[in-house]
């Protein structure tokens, strides 16, 4: 098995969501998710955010506000629903996953509250529909506003591995507190909620990053990753509260604390500009966790390789 470093696009193509996992692993905590909202206009016309993304140094694309009943990637047009996530991996040459959120509908509401479509909730459904359109991936997590609970994502995980089975890649967990009273800054996620996703069957767990939500220090990040790590699972620190439109320094200090604090993969998020980070911050961060000699392979790797 090649770590994610080292591979490209037919790697990519003949990997499982295990051989996914291990690749990821043997990268000792240098791999990038970059995330991007596809109903956003595309930061320049005739691409999609997610080329923009993966252009900029991204290993892996994480799809959000995608709807699994009514596929749409703005920037992909005369593209069939059903063959969307084939095309955009095939365009990118790099892993894709979705978004999908386990919404508690008894959940304490910290503010108003959005409802979202169906093809957006992590239910069984959801799940089976995203693994018919070929994602690499899912991620069970919540936007703001939405009212994801860890109690729901611990159901959610049970359902995505009954869906994807032990070849799935499935990440879980919470970057901010998603509209929900209780479960806020500090209190978005402790060692007891990682050990009940790992054993719900999560293969990366998903914390805030240093620096990224109030309470994130680095020794309390830290625990986490390393309760994570003890169960056999990876982690995924992220950035999902608008830095990954922050200065070119913020970003370097939220990586190095994200990679001493022991991350396996790292996120950046899409609200740098509507839809996307800015994407010399998914460059500044890649350089800051593997420097410039795999930024720039994965930067300019041919999708014919």
Do not use: W
């Not at 694309?61 to 990637?73: Q, S, W």
């Not at 059903?82 to 095939?90: A, D, P, Q, V, W």
């Not at 994502?153 to 799935?168: C, E, L, P, Q, S």
Request: proline share 3%; net charge negative.
């Amino acid at each position: 098995m090649k770590r994610i470093l080292d591979c490209t696009a037919t790697d990519f193509r003949a990997m499982s969501g295990t051989d996914l996992k291990q690749s990821i692993e043997a990268a000792e905590g240098r791999t990038i998710i970059a995330e991007v909202v596809v109903t956003a206009t595309p930061l320049y016309p005739g691409l999609t955010n997610a080329e923009y993304a993966a252009a900029f140094g991204a290993d892996m694309i994480l799809l959000n506000f995608f709807d699994v009943n009514n596929p749409k990637v703005e920037g992909l047009v005369n593209v069939a629903g059903e063959n969307l996530i084939k095309r955009l991996k095939e365009l990118l040459g790099r892993p894709v996953g979705i978004n999908l959120e386990p919404v508690d509908i008894h959940a304490r509401a910290a503010e108003t509250l959005e409802s979202l479509p169906v093809g957006r909730l992590a239910t069984k459904e959801s799940l089976a529909k995203a693994k018919e359109l070929g994602v690499d991936f899912v991620c069970l997590t919540g936007n703001p506003k939405t009212g994801v609970t860890n109690d729901e994502i611990v159901t959610a995980i049970k359902n995505a591995r009954d869906v994807f089975h032990d070849d799935g890649l499935i990440i879980a967990g919470k970057m901010h507190g998603a509209g929900v009273k209780g479960e806020a800054s500090g209190k978005i996620v402790s060692k007891e909620i990682v050990a009940s996703f790992v054993q719900a069957g999560a293969d990366i767990i998903l914390v805030p990053g240093v620096g990224t939500v109030p309470g994130a220090t680095l020794e309390k990040t830290t625990e986490l990753i390393e309760t994570a790590q003890n169960l056999g699972a990876l982690t995924l620190t992220t950035i999902g509260t608008s830095q990954e439109g922050a200065e070119r320094e913020t970003i370097q200090q939220i990586a190095l604390y994200n990679k001493m604090a022991g991350a396996d993969l790292h996120h950046i998020g899409d609200a740098g500009f509507t839809g996307i980070a800015v994407p010399e911050n998914i460059m500044t961060y890649s350089i800051a966790i593997r420097g410039r000699r795999h930024t720039y392979r994965r930067m300019a790797a041919s999708i014919l390789r």
